[in-house]
């Protein structure tokens, strides 16, 4: 187990909880580097625990332990029940430490702990569990009568090698386990790189591989910036590479991995816009686009920021949000009674205030929230805001706030909701709400995103997920799963004839 840095500890650590060891070959091992990242709890603004600022050097022990498992280790031979066993066992030992995870979570980055344990705890668990079971399923071989020869061909899926893993900070672990299951299920490591506000809950993560006894050097974890995460799309150890994040640093990790041909899911969010209809029902559609565009502080990558409102209905629509912000309650992230925690960090916040201020200066009125709530006085608070009549093709109105602000844009025809829709661009995610489902299906038809939502949108473990711009490869599905494996054709003649 972790030396005095367990997952208990830290409900009972008198201080800061801090990690000066990177974990690589199923061990904890002191960084090489003497630069830390500090992470501060966004609803105090107190420093709460560091870890490495990792080296070039911590990179490539993290890489070598992972490369060593995946070309002399047991995992990527082993049978495929046993396989599945051990990430059944890994989802037992998550279980286990549910509420310490969702809590150390919810102080690392704000998320309502109610949120956390379902996003932190649950999901983790049910990624693990449903990727286990493809994994009992999964046929490594495929024979095929051959077309160019009079004989056949093995078709074989094999692990694709060394993964590393770049997770975001917004849903932490969820997505995390997003690749890192359907890594383990096909057979391959992993060097986990997690997001320097979220980095100390990956050592959780450690402790739960240990737990249920994995291969030395099957998981691995470094910590540090966006550098440690082009070190590791630059590795020649590394095979592969999935990144969740801003699209700034996933311009860089796709040209990495381009220049050394490594293969890349990549997922940078997007811009989603709501369309409602005039026959919707708005009273269900107010409280479901309420949760879309507030939740989680509206650092989500599919939040409803954009709701188009047809003319008529339009004023209704504008109450319906004002009403959902108003009923949000703001505070300790850590009281169950709490919907809207802070956000992230004071560079956040003051990136949702340049964005509302922009808006307002482009003509949007602002009619709920706006500011920072007069209580709680610390922490990076900022009231879930509602903007209204802002022109659907400024470009503040085409970028991501990645902040709990939603912007109602009223249209006259159905045309030109569509039109506005995908003014943005192709995207990550879409809704339209309407009491006719089956004319909601003909709009998901025309907007040009990755996932679309009839109303609702809810990702589906067992569905592709993924964005069309700023996306490469799928989460979620047997697709995610064919991702971290390769073929290889075995060609095979007829035997000769005696």
Same mark, same amino acid.
């Given at each position: 187990?972790?030396?005095?840095?367990?997952?208990?500890? /830290?409900?009972? /650590?008198?201080?800061?909880?801090?990690?000066?060891?990177?974990?690589?070959?199923?061990?904890?091992l002191?960084?090489?580097?003497?630069?830390?990242?500090?992470?501060?709890?966004?609803?105090?603004?107190e420093?709460?625990?560091?870890? *490495?600022a !990792?080296?070039?050097?911590?990179?490539?022990?993290?890489?070598?332990?992972?490369?060593?498992?995946?070309?002399?280790?047991?995992?990527?031979?082993?049978?495929?029940?046993?396989?599945?066993?051990?990430?059944?066992?890994?989802?037992?030992?998550?279980?286990?430490?549910?509420?310490?995870t969702?809590s150390?979570?919810?102080?690392?980055?704000?998320?309502?702990?109610?949120?956390?344990?379902?996003?932190?705890?649950?999901? *983790?668990?049910a990624?693990?569990?449903?990727?286990?079971?493809?994994?009992?399923?999964?046929?490594?071989?495929?024979?095929?009568?051959?077309?160019?020869?009079?004989?056949?061909?093995?078709?074989?899926?094999?692990?694709?090698?060394v993964? $590393?893993?770049?997770? @975001? /900070?917004?849903?932490? =672990?969820?997505?995390?386990?997003?690749q =890192?299951?359907?890594?383990?299920?096909?057979?391959?490591?992993?060097?986990?790189?997690?997001?320097?506000?979220t980095?100390?809950?990956?050592?959780?993560?450690?402790?739960?591989?240990?737990?249920?006894?994995?291969?030395?050097?099957?998981?691995?974890l470094?910590?540090?910036?966006?550098?440690?995460?082009?070190?590791?799309?630059?590795? *020649?150890?590394?095979?592969?590479?999935?990144?969740?994040?801003?699209?700034?640093?996933?311009?860089?990790? !796709?040209?990495?991995?381009?220049?050394t041909?490594?293969?890349?899911?990549?997922?940078?969010?997007?811009?989603?816009?709501?369309?409602?209809?005039?026959?919707?029902? =708005?009273?269900?559609?107010?409280?479901a686009?309420?949760?879309?565009?507030?939740?989680?502080?509206? #650092?989500?990558?599919?939040? &409803?920021?954009?709701?188009?409102?047809?003319?008529?209905?339009?004023?209704?629509?504008?109450?319906g949000?004002r009403? #959902?912000?108003?009923?949000?309650?703001?505070?300790?992230?850590?009281?169950?009674e709490?919907?809207?925690?802070?956000?992230?960090?004071?560079?956040?916040?003051?990136?949702?205030?340049?964005?509302?201020?922009?808006?307002?200066?482009?003509? $949007?009125?602002?009619?709920?929230?706006?500011?920072?709530?007069a209580?709680?006085?610390?922490?990076?608070?900022?009231e879930?805001?509602?903007?209204?009549?802002?022109?659907?093709?400024?470009?503040?109105?085409?970028?991501?706030?990645?902040?709990?602000?939603?912007?109602?844009?009223?249209?006259?025809?159905?045309?030109? &909701?569509?039109?506005?829709?995908?003014?943005?661009?192709?995207?990550?995610?879409?809704?339209?709400?309407?009491?006719?489902?089956?004319?909601?299906?003909?709009?998901?038809?025309?907007?040009?995103?990755?996932?679309?939502g009839?109303?609702?949108?809810?990702?589906?473990?067992?569905? @592709?997920?993924?964005?069309?711009?700023?996306?490469?490869?799928?989460?979620?599905? *047997?697709?995610?799963?064919?991702?971290?494996?390769?073929?290889k054709?075995?060609?095979?003649?007829?035997?000769?004839?005696?």
């Amino acid at each position: 187990m972790l030396i005095g840095r367990t997952s208990s500890a /830290w409900r009972r /650590w008198p201080g800061l909880l801090e990690y000066r060891d990177i974990y690589a070959g199923g061990r904890l091992l002191l960084s090489a580097s003497p630069d830390a990242i500090t992470v501060a709890n966004p609803a105090t603004e107190e420093i709460m625990g560091a870890a *490495p600022a !990792a080296s070039g050097k911590d990179v490539d022990i993290t890489v070598r332990a992972a490369r060593q498992a995946f070309d002399s280790g047991p995992w990527p031979r082993t049978d495929r029940a046993e396989r599945a066993a051990a990430m059944d066992r890994l989802a037992a030992a998550l279980e286990n430490r549910a509420q310490d995870t969702a809590s150390l979570v919810t102080a690392e980055m704000g998320m309502p702990i109610s949120a956390s344990r379902l996003h932190n705890a649950e999901a *983790p668990v049910a990624i693990l569990r449903y990727y286990a079971a493809l994994a009992r399923a999964l046929q490594p071989e495929e024979i095929r009568a051959a077309v160019n020869f009079r004989g056949h061909t093995i078709v074989r899926r094999e692990p694709v090698g060394v993964s $590393a893993v770049i997770a @975001p /900070w917004n849903y932490p =672990l969820a997505l995390t386990f997003a690749q =890192l299951a359907p890594a383990l299920a096909a057979g391959c490591t992993v060097v986990l790189k997690p997001a320097a506000q979220t980095c100390l809950s990956a050592y959780i993560l450690a402790e739960a591989f240990e737990a249920a006894d994995f291969p030395p050097g099957v998981f691995n974890l470094v910590t540090g910036a966006h550098d440690v995460a082009e070190l590791l799309a630059r590795h *020649p150890g590394v095979d592969k590479v999935s990144f969740a994040g801003p699209v700034s640093v996933g311009r860089r990790i !796709a040209v990495a991995c381009g220049e050394t041909f490594k293969s890349l899911n990549l997922e940078m969010g997007g811009k989603s816009a709501a369309i409602v209809l005039e026959d919707a029902d =708005l009273v269900a559609t107010s409280a479901a686009l309420g949760r879309l565009a507030f939740a989680n502080t509206g #650092q989500t990558c599919f939040a &409803a920021s954009r709701v188009l409102a047809p003319q008529c209905r339009y004023e209704e629509t504008v109450t319906g949000l004002r009403e #959902q912000a108003a009923a949000m309650v703001i505070g300790d992230p850590m009281s169950p009674e709490t919907s809207m925690g802070p956000l992230v960090s004071p560079r956040r916040r003051a990136g949702v205030e340049a964005y509302v201020t922009a808006r307002t200066g482009e003509g $949007a009125r602002v009619v709920a929230g706006g500011r920072r709530p007069a209580a709680p006085v610390r922490g990076y608070y900022y009231e879930p805001t509602v903007l209204a009549r802002g022109p659907a093709g400024a470009e503040s109105a085409l970028g991501e706030v990645f902040g709990p602000v939603v912007t109602v844009i009223p249209y006259a025809r159905e045309a030109e &909701a569509v039109a506005i829709a995908n003014a943005a661009g192709p995207g990550l995610a879409g809704t339209v709400w309407t009491s006719d489902p089956d004319h909601g299906v003909d709009i998901a038809r025309r907007i040009h995103v990755g996932t679309f939502g009839v109303n609702l949108y809810v990702p589906d473990l067992g569905s @592709p997920w993924g964005g069309r711009a700023g996306g490469q490869g799928s989460t979620y599905g *047997p697709e995610c799963l064919g991702a971290y494996l390769r073929p290889k054709s075995v060609f095979l003649p007829e035997p000769a004839q005696a």
